[in-house]
């Protein structure tokens, strides 16, 4: 079925941030450009589809839209926030997209499966081969950032942990059903010795996770694929060394006992060694004064520059330049408590049904998709926005339609 491959390669592309043209002051994922593509099977039907969807949204939401247009007026950059509410507007409109192209090609809870694998296929492919290139053919590519003497891999995202985050959006929507896919083994095996070698804290953090929700939720799939599979393959990784490139020839845990240094947040470490663990919650911390300074309405979505650059100093003297690193700190700061407020009302309102993660396999892991973004990965993020996670509501939504499965 050439959709469940054209759906596979649009979700790759979503999670490809260097896949894209660089126009003005940012980037274009070449995703965005493949989105129209998706109304090409079924144009009429998917219209209408989609204006019924529209039509079903219930009035409620536009609640919503008052604190955040009180936001943008007073915002520090109203250009930069109408801009923030221009990507908000296009990333519903890939939400209903992909609802509306899921459910006129009649996809299927496996079918969808099957897109996520070829997803986390090509997502693992392109990260092995720039280890390959690195660590056998000493051939930087796709710009690795080089921290305590590695080369981490970050695949076709900007930075590791982000090629963390993108891959977990997925990965629960393979691991959620019961019986092995073929090539799903070896697919997962690739795409966890890739995420291993980022290094990445997120990972970390969203792996335990992960256990931890199916272990909870869905004890079969834990015993199966997590704990008899995911677990000793990771294991392995940690003991086997990296290949050597300059310095770099440390087995796998004395790897990440090193770059677990970077969480350390009492700053007492040598002034050369960058603490992102300290850094971060510098970040947050600044970014929460920010917040009691401006609870209501915040400075205004993508206003935290300027704000940053025009008035913090004077807020708030002596204190060094923050930059947002957690998406519930820049929703905090940038669109303040009201919007902030209501927005935990709806995601609550939506993902708050355990009752159903075990009737539907793609259900369940898209709600687990959702939550560990939510939860975890949104801890890393700097971008609200991401258009990868509004796909997966997109898929969420649908699956809450279909049949049992497991």
């Known amino acids: 079925m050439p959709q469940i491959v054209f759906f596979g390669f649009f979700l790759f592309l979503l999670s490809s941030d260097r896949a894209s043209v660089h126009l003005g002051a940012g980037n274009l994922k070449y995703a965005y450009f493949f989105l129209p593509l998706l109304w090409t099977w079924h144009p009429k039907a998917m219209l209408q589809i989609a204006i019924s969807v529209t039509k079903k949204t219930p009035p409620i939401l536009l609640i919503g839209i008052v604190p955040l247009i009180l936001s943008v007026a007073f915002s520090f950059n109203r250009f930069q926030s109408l801009v923030w509410c221009g990507w908000l507007i296009f990333n519903l409109f890939t939400l209903i997209s992909v609802f509306s192209f899921l459910k006129v090609n009649q996809f299927t809870s496996s079918r969808i499966r099957d897109s996520a694998l070829i997803g986390l296929f090509l997502i693992a492919a392109v990260g092995l081969f720039q280890y390959v290139c690195i660590y056998f053919f000493d051939f930087l590519i796709l710009s690795p950032q080089h921290h305590r003497g590695f080369y981490r891999i970050n695949g076709l995202a900007w930075e590791p942990s982000f090629f963390n985050i993108f891959s977990f959006l997925l990965l629960p929507l393979v691991l959620a059903f019961s019986e092995w896919r073929k090539w799903e083994r070896s697919i997962l095996f690739g795409l966890t010795y890739a995420l291993f070698n980022s290094t990445s804290k997120a990972g970390w953090l969203l792996f335990i996770a992960l256990g931890a929700i199916l272990f909870i939720y869905r004890r079969d799939i834990f015993l199966k694929k997590f704990l008899k599979f995911l677990v000793p393959i990771s294991l392995m990784f940690a003991i086997l060394p990296t290949p050597p490139s300059g310095s770099s020839n440390l087995p796998g845990?004395?790897?990440?006992?090193?770059?677990?240094?970077?969480?350390?947040?009492?700053?007492?470490?040598?002034?050369?060694?960058?603490?992102?663990?300290?850094?971060?919650?510098?970040?947050?911390?600044?970014?929460?004064?920010?917040?009691?300074?401006?609870?209501?309405?915040?400075?205004?979505?993508?206003?935290?520059?300027?704000?940053?650059?025009?008035?913090?100093?004077?807020?708030?003297?002596?204190?060094?330049?923050?930059?947002?690193?957690?998406?519930?700190?820049?929703?905090?700061?940038?669109?303040?408590?009201?919007?902030?407020?209501?927005?935990?009302?709806?995601?609550?309102?939506?993902?708050?049904?355990?009752?159903?993660?075990?009737?539907?396999?793609?259900?369940?892991?898209?709600?687990?998709?959702?939550?560990?973004?939510?939860?975890?990965?949104?801890?890393?993020?700097?971008?609200?926005?991401?258009?990868?996670?509004?796909?997966?509501?997109?898929?969420?939504?649908?699956?809450?339609?279909?049949?049992?499965?497991?």
């Open 253 to 406: 845990f004395k790897k990440l006992a090193l770059f677990a240094k970077d969480a350390e947040l009492t700053g007492n470490s040598p002034s050369s060694e960058r603490l992102s663990g300290k850094e971060r919650l510098d970040n947050v911390l600044t970014g929460i004064k920010v917040f009691k300074k401006y609870p209501l309405l915040g400075v205004g979505p993508r206003g935290y520059g300027k704000y940053t650059a025009v008035q913090f100093g004077a807020d708030f003297p002596g204190n060094s330049t923050p930059v947002n690193m957690n998406i519930w700190v820049e929703l905090l700061n940038e669109n303040g408590l009201i919007f902030v407020t209501f927005l935990c009302i709806l995601l609550v309102f939506y993902l708050r049904s355990t009752v159903l993660i075990s009737k539907n396999a793609i259900l369940s892991g898209a709600w687990v998709s959702l939550i560990l973004y939510y939860g975890i990965s949104g801890q890393f993020s700097q971008n609200i926005l991401l258009t990868l996670v509004f796909a997966v509501w997109g898929i969420y939504l649908y699956a809450q339609e279909l049949e049992t499965t497991r």
